[in-house]
C-alpha cells in the first residue's frame, strides 16, 4: 500500500472516529437534560414554600404559596410574548409578602394586545387586600433582543428587576414566581409553555453526527475496496 492510501486509510480513520464521538456526545447531552428535567420534577413535587421559607436561587423550581398584597402600580407588561399563537403580554406584579419587608415578582399571566393600538392596555383585575399566589418559583422571565436601552414605562421588552426594584423602592427577592393558580378570578391566561430542554435538537444532532460517520465509512469501502474488486473481475 504506497503513502497516498496510508494518508487516505488515516483521515478515514479520523474522521469516523471523531464523527462518531460527536454523536455521542450529542447523545450524553441529551441524557443530561433528562437529569434536569428529573430534577426540577423533583422539585416541583415537593410540598409547596410559604412566605417565611423563600430564600435564594437554590429554590428554583419549587412550588409556592403565597400571600401579600400586589403592588399593582408596579406591574410592568411585557410586549412580544404569545401564548396559544396570539400576540399579547406577560403581566408581571410585585406581591408585597405578608410579614416580610420584601416582595417577589410575579408571572401573573398573559393578556391579548389590541391590534389597532399597541399602547393600550385592557382591564386587569387587581384585588386589593391580602391575596394567595399559588406557582411555582422561576428565574427572570425569558429576555428579547432588544436595540438601546430598556425602557422603564409599563410597557417594556424586557425586565431588569434591579432596575425596578431602584425604580420602585422594593426589596425584590432573586426570584419570581410562575403564577399557575390564585383566589381571584382576574381573566389572565396561564398555559405557560413547558420549558424546551432542547431534547429534538440533540438528538437530531447525534443523527446527523452518526449519518456522516456512516457515510464517510461507505465511501471508503465502495471506492478503496468494492470497485477496484469489481473493476478487476471484468473482463
Given amino acids: 500500500m504506497n503513502i497516498r492510501r496510508w494518508l487516505l486509510l488515516a483521515a478515514v480513520v479520523l474522521g469516523s472516529a471523531l464523527t462518531a464521538r460527536l454523536g455521542v456526545w450529542q447523545l450524553d447531552r441529551a441524557q443530561q437534560k433528562l437529569a434536569l428535567q428529573a430534577a426540577v420534577e423533583a422539585e416541583a413535587a415537593r410540598p409547596a414554600l410559604a412566605n417565611a421559607d423563600l430564600g435564594?436561587?437554590?429554590?428554583?423550581?419549587?412550588?409556592?404559596?403565597?400571600?401579600?398584597?400586589?403592588v399593582a402600580e408596579r406591574s410592568v407588561w411585557l410586549d412580544n410574548r404569545p401564548m396559544d399563537g396570539r400576540a399579547g403580554f406577560y403581566v408581571v406584579t410585585p406581591l408585597r409578602l405578608t410579614g416580610r419587608d420584601e416582595a417577589v415578582l410575579v408571572q401573573r399571566g398573559w393578556v391579548p394586545r389590541d391590534p389597532s393600538n399597541r399602547s393600550h392596555l385592557p382591564p386587569l383585575a387587581t384585588p386589593a387586600g391580602?391575596?394567595?399566589?399559588?406557582?411555582?418559583?422561576?428565574?427572570?422571565?425569558?429576555?428579547?433582543?432588544?436595540?438601546?436601552?430598556?425602557?422603564?414605562?409599563?410597557?417594556?421588552?424586557?425586565?431588569d428587576a434591579a432596575a425596578l426594584a431602584a425604580e420602585s423602592g422594593l426589596r425584590l427577592l432573586p426570584l419570581t414566581v410562575v403564577q399557575t393558580a390564585g383566589a381571584a378570578d382576574?381573566?389572565?391566561?396561564?398555559?405557560?409553555?413547558?420549558?424546551?430542554?432542547?431534547l429534538h435538537k440533540h438528538y437530531?444532532?447525534?443523527?446527523q453526527w452518526f449519518a456522516l460517520c456512516a457515510l464517510i465509512l461507505i465511501l471508503y469501502v465502495w471506492f478503496q475496496l468494492i470497485r477496484p474488486r469489481l473493476r478487476r473481475q471484468q473482463p
Fill in 56 to 70: 435564594g436561587v437554590e429554590q428554583l423550581h419549587r412550588s409556592v404559596a403565597l400571600h401579600g398584597q400586589w
Fill in 130 to 159: 391580602e391575596v394567595e399566589v399559588v406557582g411555582r418559583l422561576a428565574a427572570s422571565p425569558s429576555r428579547l433582543y432588544e436595540l438601546g436601552e430598556g425602557a422603564s414605562g409599563a410597557i417594556r421588552q424586557n425586565l
Fill in 186 to 198: 382576574d381573566g389572565l391566561l396561564r398555559h405557560w409553555p413547558a420549558p424546551d430542554l432542547g
Fill in 204 to 207: 437530531g444532532y447525534a443523527f
